[in-house]
């Protein structure tokens, strides 16, 4: 039988530069919706202005998130 990991609701580090400040962002969830956001000067990103700076770690993320919360 398939094994299910249940998708990390603590945000993870990222490679992306914040387009604001260019500190790395974080990916986050809630309960619907994932987004990208910025520890640094709190700046939010909608996951499509990112498709193309995508890294690893981010992609890793996206893997255990349902298809209709991105």
Not at 9 to 15: N, S
Not at 31 to 56: A, I, N
Request: charged share 30%.
């Amino acid at each position: 039988m398939w094994e299910f990991t249940p998708p990390s609701r603590g945000p993870r580090p990222t490679t992306m530069p914040c387009r604001k400040c260019g500190h790395n962002v974080e990916a986050r969830r809630t309960c619907f919706t994932v987004y990208l956001s910025c520890p640094d000067c709190g700046s939010r990103f909608e996951v499509e202005e990112y498709v193309q700076d995508m890294d690893e770690a981010f992609e890793d993320y996206l893997e255990n998130v349902f298809c209709n919360r991105i």
